[in-house]
């Protein structure tokens, strides 16, 4: 059977032989008793305990005085119990606001760490064909500059250029000596080997500074 919300207060002097019928027809439906009791020289706090009722032990101060005191001790009791309720309370809450900020704070950085990464990735992604442009123009400029050497390195360029008076120096450099190379057997051939020649063997001449006159 559920017990009801109910307190019942009572006062006592030697009621061994009674308390227990009083008890007895409450314990089911009450949900606390509270005994005061007279400092009783029977088994009246045994019996009472045996019941589950908090039992308090004062002098005898006259029923009225008695029952108030009974009461107040009710009073206490539940004011007692309910602050430490509302302590409870509180420092569950206080418990759960701790936890729910530690949450918040953690959720926070982990977001801002996915958005700093996402801003990261758009960064990089915006790049991209900036770099691809730019690579496209150094492989135009590089071929360009590919272009211009072959082009100045050509053979009929470089003979314009030889023909141009600012150039004309290279034709003719500076030195007075003539150097007379003369020809060459051929590689792997001996003296023996060779045919007599009728002709003479022609020599080649350069005229290195001033023009040099055939005899």
Request: hydrophobic share 35%; aromatic share 8%.
């Amino acid at each position: 059977m559920e017990r009801l919300p109910l307190s019942v207060t009572l006062i006592s002097l030697n009621e061994e032989d009674n308390i227990g019928r009083t008890l007895e027809s409450i314990k089911d439906i009450a949900s606390e008793i509270v005994v005061v009791d007279a400092h009783s020289t029977d088994k009246t706090r045994e019996i009472a305990k045996g019941y589950g009722a908090k039992v308090f032990e004062e002098d005898w101060k006259g029923y009225v005085d008695q029952k108030n005191s009974a009461l107040q001790k009710r009073w206490d009791h539940e004011s007692s119990a309910a602050r430490k309720n509302s302590l409870g309370d509180r420092l569950m809450k206080k418990g759960l606001f701790i936890r729910l900020i530690i949450c918040i704070f953690f959720l926070g950085g982990c977001l801002y760490s996915y958005l700093n990464l996402q801003n990261s990735i758009t960064q990089l992604r915006i790049s991209i064909p900036e770099l691809s442009s730019e690579m496209r123009r150094i492989e135009e400029e590089n071929t360009h500059f590919c272009y211009e050497i072959e082009k100045f390195e050509s053979p009929a360029n470089l003979m314009e250029i030889a023909k141009k008076s600012a150039f004309s120096h290279l034709r003719f450099p500076v030195e007075n000596a003539v150097v007379t190379l003369k020809q060459a057997r051929p590689i792997g051939e001996t003296e023996s080997q060779q045919k007599p020649e009728t002709r003479h063997k022609p020599t080649i001449h350069f005229a290195t500074g001033v023009p040099y006159d055939k005899p």
